[in-house]
């Protein structure tokens, strides 16, 4: 069976290698007469599971103790609402910075418990860029500032950590985490769906600083408390066991990889591969962002029509190029090149441009 290279920009790509241990551990796990499916998640081997892919993680970004991590059902757009509702209190301002759909999300989530503050926007500008650092209008009594750290749809992606003045840093860093190395330090809450660098749908992983779990937000069910998720070890309720599993075997292939350090040096190879072939293209493929603000993870380009975008799509699927198709809401192509997706798919993607551009440009 041969592979395709699937540029999917979330549920994305999963190492072969993960899969494919996966795939033997399906029926029978470690001798154990049953599937991992089929444990107990307070049985003692899911237990195992579980505690290995935290310190695996912690490991992989170098988290520090006074950090609770969480592994959570749902996604980020769950977390978006919760964030409100465990660090502000009824009312509060909150401070967000929109550079894209999944900002604008943010806001829309949090916009029922906290006075959202929009502390700057590039929206004007088509979020084709970074809002200027200078232009941003901070509350010194905000309860904390949203990020995103990296716009899978528009493109964007923050390069270095804002200061935010002593309000702590919460980000969405669900399509970069772990592509590079990361201080979490810098942050209050980092939190992360895992199906883009992590792992599949299905489970997030909420990185919190342990003080503000002291906060008391906003009355909530104990299912939506992160100190009540955090006193449990994230199994207040039954979790997503095997999504659980599947990450800790993402983390330990992360691991083996060389870490992130490694990653960051792949993940910087592939972009300039793709950015070079599309600035080289002489307009035949064109992409909007700001070169400083261009990410690494998700690359929209557009070609000089609507039908040209469509034939690029179903060529390249012909060719073993999967999920190019841009997002419903800009159109055109989009690459998106997270840790699994090696080099040699760059570079597979690179001539299929060249190749498309010679025959249709």
């Known amino acids: 069976m041969t592979r395709a290279f699937n540029f999917s920009a979330g549920p994305a790509a999963l190492p072969e290698v993960v899969l494919r241990q996966a795939q033997e551990e399906m029926l029978e796990w470690h001798g154990a007469g049953a599937s991992i499916v089929e444990m107990s998640h307070r049985g003692p081997e899911f237990m195992a599971v579980a505690a290995e892919a935290e310190a695996d993680l912690r490991q992989l970004l170098d ?5 609770a991590v969480l592994f959570l059902p749902g996604g980020a757009t769950t977390q978006q609402a919760l964030i409100p509702m465990n660090f502000a209190s009824a009312g509060q301002r909150a401070d967000y910075v929109l550079t894209g759909h999944w900002g604008k ?3 829309k989530q949090a916009t029922p418990y906290v006075s959202v503050n929009v502390a700057a926007s590039s929206e004007a500008e088509a979020f084709r860029d970074l809002p200027d650092r200078a232009g941003w209008q901070l509350s010194p009594d905000a309860a ?5 750290a990296n716009e899978t749809i528009h493109g964007v992606e923050f390069r270095d950590i804002p200061d935010t003045g002593g309000v702590p840093l919460v980000a969405d860093f669900s399509s ?8 979490v330090r810098r942050y209050g809450v980092i939190y992360a769906g895992a199906q883009k660098n992590l792992g599949p749908v299905g489970i997030a992983v909420v990185i919190i600083r342990r003080d503000l779990l002291q906060r008391d937000g906003q009355p909530r069910a104990d299912i939506f408390d992160y100190r009540s998720h955090a006193a449990r070890d994230s199994m207040l309720n039954t979790p997503p066991t095997w999504n659980w599993y599947l990450a800790g075997l993402v983390f330990k292939w992360m691991l083996a990889e060389g870490g992130v350090v490694e990653f960051a040096r792949r993940n910087a190879a592939k972009a300039a591969l793709v950015y070079a072939a599309i600035d080289a293209s002489g307009g035949f493929y064109r992409n909007e962002v700001a070169p400083s603000a261009r990410s690494r993870m998700n690359i929209p380009f557009f070609l000089p029509s609507a039908e040209l975008d ?11 190029l999967l999920a190019l198709k841009g ?11 997270y840790n699994a997706m090696p080099v040699a798919g760059a570079e597979a993607l690179v001539a299929f441009m060249a190749d498309f551009q010679q025959r249709h440009g």
């Not at 970069?176 to 201080?183: M, Q, V």
């Not at 469509?310 to 073993?320: D, T």
């Open 63 to 67: 988290i520090p103790d006074d950090y």
């Open 105 to 107: 999300t943010a806001v």
């Open 144 to 148: 904390y500032v949203h990020i995103t």
């Open 176 to 183: 970069s985490i772990a592509s590079e190395p990361l201080d």
């Open 310 to 320: 469509a034939r690029f799509v179903a060529e390249a699927k012909a060719a073993g």
């Open 327 to 337: 997002h419903k809401a800009v159109g055109g192509i989009r690459a998106s090149l």
